[in-house]
C-alpha cells in the first residue's frame, strides 16, 4: 500500500511539474508581447519583457496617429466578422439540417466531395474570386469579403454541425410532424434551440476567420480604408511604416482581446459542442 | 395506391412500351414524356423550363463555347481570364440544366413504367405533396451550395484549366492571350532537372511535415487532456483555461511574435539556450533547425484545439468500463492502451484526416514565419521550410508562373483528395452512419 502511495505522489508531481512548465511556455511568448507593447522606441529587439520605462505611446499612437486609420481596421474586421458569423450560422446550418434529417440521392457523396472539395490549395482560386468578384462589383467592399468567407467555410463547420444534429433524437420532430408542425417550424423552434452549443461553436469560428486571413483581405481589398485589422497590421510592419514591431504589438494585443475574451466566456461549450459534433460521441 | 408501395411489390408484371415511349419523348423534348403520361402540369412546368433555358441560355453556352476554344479574339478588348471564368459560370449552369434534363427522362420513365404495371400514374395533387418533401431537402441544401459553386467548385474549375495553358509573365491578359498548351506544363516540371529536384525535395518535407505536424499536436493535446483529466488534479479548470489561449491569439499574431523569439542573434530563445551554455542555434537560418522551429511554433499554436477535444471525449468515455478493468487487474497501462486510446482514436479518426489535408496545406505557419526560407541552392524559387502550398503561393503571387502553380496545385489535389476520400470511406462515421440513428 506504500507502494502505492508514494506512486501517487510521484503521479502527481509529474503531472503539476508538467502543467507548470506548459502554462509557462503557453504564457511566455504572451507576456512577451504584452511586454513589448509597453516598451519605448519601434525595435522588436531592444525590447524587454518588463520595459524599464513602462509607456503607453504606442497605444495612443494606434488611436491619434493621421497616417492610418486603426480605428477604421478596427471597426471594419468587427463588422466582417459580425457579418461573416450570421450568414455563416444561416448557411452551415441550413446544410447541416438537410444533410442529417433528409434522405436524397447523393447525400453521402455529396458530403464528402464537400469536404474533399474544399482542400483544394490554390492561390489561383482568389484570382477566380477576384474576377468573379469584378463582375458582380463587389470588388474591394466588406460584402464581397463577407460572402467568401462565409462560403469557403461551410464545408467543415456543416460538417461538425451535422454531426451535432446527427446526436438530436429524431423522435421529437416526428412528434412536432403529427401535431401538424411544419418543417420550417421544426427547424427553428426545435432543432435551432436544442442546437445551441454547436451554434455557439460555429458562429465563433466564423467570427474568428477576419482575425486570422490575410491572403484573401490582401488581395480583394484595395483601398486602405478598407482595410481589416490582419492586413493593416501586417503592413504596420511590412510597408511603408518601417519595422514599427513595438507599435504592431499593441495592436495586435488589441486585436486579440475580444476574441480572447470570447474564447473564455465559451469554453464549456467548446469542449462539448465540438466534441458532440466531431465525433458524435 | 401510392408510388412508394409500388416499389416493393418487385414481381408484378410490366407490360407494354409506355415506359420507354415516355422517356424517349422526353429526351426530344421536356415534359413531353410527362404528358404523354398524363400528367399535364407537370408537362407543362417542365416544358417551360425548357423553353427558357434555351432561349436564355442558348447565347450563354455559345459564349462558352467560343470563350473556351479561342480565349479572345480582339487583343486589348478580351480579357483571356474574364472570357474563361464567365464562360465556367455557362458551363455550371449548362451542368445543372443538364441534371434536370435527365431528372426529367428518369421521372418520365418511373411513370411510364407504373403505367405499364397498370397503376394511375401520381395526380398533380400527391406530385405537389411529393415535391415540396423532395423540396424541403432542396431548399435547405441549395443556399449552401450556389455559395460552394461560386466559392468553391467554380475556382477549382478555372485553376484546373489554368494548368493546361500558358499564363504566366510573358502571357498575361489583357496585353496577350492565354493559349491552350495541353499536358505541357506537367512534362516540363517532370523533365526539367531543377524543377523536379525541388518537387521532391519540397514533396518529402511537406509529407514529413504533415505526419510530424499532425501526430505532434495530438499527442501533446492528448497527454495533457489526460493529465488534467485525473480527478484528483486540482485547479484543472484554471489550467485548461490557460492552456487554451494559444487557441484563442489569432494565429497571425502568434507565429509573427514567434519569428522574434526564435531570432538566432537577439531572439529571447538563444538568450535562455545561452544561460545553459548552449547555441546560439541557428533557428532561421539552417534548414534542418527551421524545420524544427517551424514544427514547434505549429506545436504551440495547434495543441489547445485537440486539447479541447480529447478532453471532452474522454469525458464521455463512461467510467464502469474502468471500473470492470480495475477488477480484472489492469494496470494504468493496460488501461491507456486497451481502452482509452483505442477509444479516443476510433472516435477522431475523421477530425484527424482532416487536420492532415490541413496541415498538408498549412499556408500561414510556414509562410509568416519565415516565408519558407531560408534559400537552398539548386531549388527553384523554393527554401528550406517550403511546403507544397507555399511553393505554389511564390509561384503564383512572386514569380508570376500561374501555369506552373495550376499544375503543381492539380497534383497536390490529386494527393490530398486521394488520400482522404480512401481514409474517409474506412472511417466508422461513413460506413455505419445510417446504423447509428
Known sequence: MINQKTLKYLRLTFSYLFLLVMVAIVAYPILWMIGASFNSGDSLYSSTMFPKKPTLEHYRELVTNSDYPFHLWYLNTLKVASLTALLGVILCSTTAYAYSRFRFAGRKYGMMAMLVIQMFPSFMNIVALYVLLNMVGLLDSHMGLVLVYAGTNIPFNAWIMKGYFDTIPKSLEEAALIDGASRMTIFWKIMIPLAKPIIAVITIFHFVIPFGDFILARILLTSYKKYTLTIGLFSLVNNQFGKNWTTFTAGALLMAIPIVIVYMSLQKYFISGLTRGATKG | MTPQTNAVSKNITVTGTKRYIAAILSAICMGFGQIFNGQFVKGIVYIIIYIFAIISGLDFWKYSYWGLTTMGETPGKDHSLVIMIESLVGVVLFLIVLGIYILNIIDAYKNGKLRDQ?????????????????????????????????????????????????????????????????????????????????????????????????????????????????????????????????????????????????????????????????????????????????????????????????????????????????????????????????????????????????????????????????????????????????????????????????????IIFIIVAGFSIYNFRRTRSFQEEDMLQ
Open chain 2, 118 to 410: 397498370g397503376y394511375r400514374v401520381p395526380g398533380i395533387k400527391q406530385t405537389i405533396k411529393n415535391v415540396v418533401d423532395q423540396g424541403y431537402a432542396l431548399a435547405y441544401l441549395s443556399p449552401g451550395m450556389i455559395f460552394l459553386i461560386l466559392v468553391t467548385l467554380i475556382p477549382l474549375l478555372f485553376t484546373t484549366l489554368i494548368a493546361f495553358t500558358n499564363y504566366d509573365l510573358y502571357h498575361s491578359p489583357p496585353a496577350k492571350f492565354i493559349e491552350w498548351v495541353g499536358f505541357n506544363n506537367f512534362k516540363m516540371i517532370w523533365s526539367f532537372g531543377g524543377w523536379k529536384r525541388t518537387l521532391t525535395y519540397v514533396f518529402s518535407w511537406t509529407v514529413v511535415w504533415t505526419v510530424l505536424s499532425t501526430v505532434s499536436t495530438f499527442g501533446l493535446g492528448l497527454f495533457v487532456a489526460l493529465i488534467l483529466n485525473q480527478k484528483d488534479i486540482k485547479g484543472s479548470k484554471i489550467f485548461r483555461t490557460i492552456l487554451i489561449l494559444p487557441w484563442a491569439v489569432p494565429a497571425l499574431v502568434s507565429i509573427l511574435i514567434f519569428t522574434g523569439l526564435f531570432n538566432t542573434n537577439f531572439g529571447p530563445i538563444n538568450d535562455l539556450l545561452a544561460f545553459f551554455h548552449l547555441g546560439p542555434v541557428r533557428w532561421l537560418e539552417d534548414p534542418t533547425w527551421a524545420k524544427i522551429a517551424v514544427l514547434l511554433v505549429n506545436l504551440w499554436v495547434g495543441f489547445p484545439f485537440q486539447m479541447a477535444l480529447c478532453t471532452g471525449i474522454l469525458q464521455s468515455i463512461p467510467q464502469d468500463i474502468y471500473e470492470a478493468a480495475m477488477v480484472d487487474g489492469a494496470s494504468p497501462f493496460q488501461k491507456f492502451f486497451k481502452i482509452t486510446l483505442p477509444l479516443v482514436l476510433y472516435s477522431t479518426a475523421p477530425l484527424i484526416i482532416m487536420q492532415m489535408s490541413y496541415n498538408f496545406n498549412n499556408f500561414n505557419v510556414i509562410y509568416l514565419f519565415n516565408q519558407g526560407k531560408p534559400p537552398i541552392i539548386g531549388l527553384r524559387d523554393a527554401g528550406g521550410t517550403d511546403i507544397l502550398i507555399s511553393w505554389v503561393f511564390k509561384l503564383t503571387l512572386d514569380k508570376l508562373k500561374y501555369n506552373y502553380a495550376a499544375a503543381l496545385s492539380l
